[in-house]
């Protein structure tokens, strides 16, 4: 079974940075792409951001520009470093890796940008 981590969460100033890695139980290069989603409180999950296999990273349009995806592959993790978060960040940070036969989830972490 393919396990997901988050971890890194916590409080974290406007204008301050925080990094998020997500440790993957298996080779990184066994799945298309891992991903980094959120859930806002009282809205859906939103994509933040992406890497596939062939390094190719994607963003959401709100992190574009203040989020940087990377991965570490002698350590089959994948890292969300956030820049310049604003307070409308807060939400509970997941990663998603994906398959042919389906997505694998972690728990989550929790980020709060306050002052």
């Known amino acids: 079974q393919v396990q997901l981590v988050e971890s890194g969460g916590g409080l974290v100033q406007p204008g301050g940075s925080l990094k998020l890695p997500c440790a993957v139980s298996?080779?990184?290069?066994?799945?298309?792409?891992i991903h980094w989603y959120r859930r806002i409180p009282g809205k859906e999950r939103d994509f933040v951001a992406s890497?596939?296999?062939?390094?190719?990273?994607r963003y959401g349009d709100s992190v574009k520009d203040r989020f940087t995806i990377s991965r570490n592959s002698a350590k089959n993790t994948v890292y969300l470093q956030m820049n310049s978060p604003k307070p409308e960040d807060t939400a509970v940070y997941y990663c998603?890796?994906?398959?042919?036969?389906?997505?694998?989830w972690g728990r989550g972490t929790q980020v709060t940008v306050s002052p």
């Open positions: 998603k890796a994906n398959i042919l036969s389906g997505d694998y």
């Open positions: 298996e080779n990184i290069f066994n799945f298309n792409a």
């Open positions: 890497i596939n296999v062939g390094g190719r990273e």
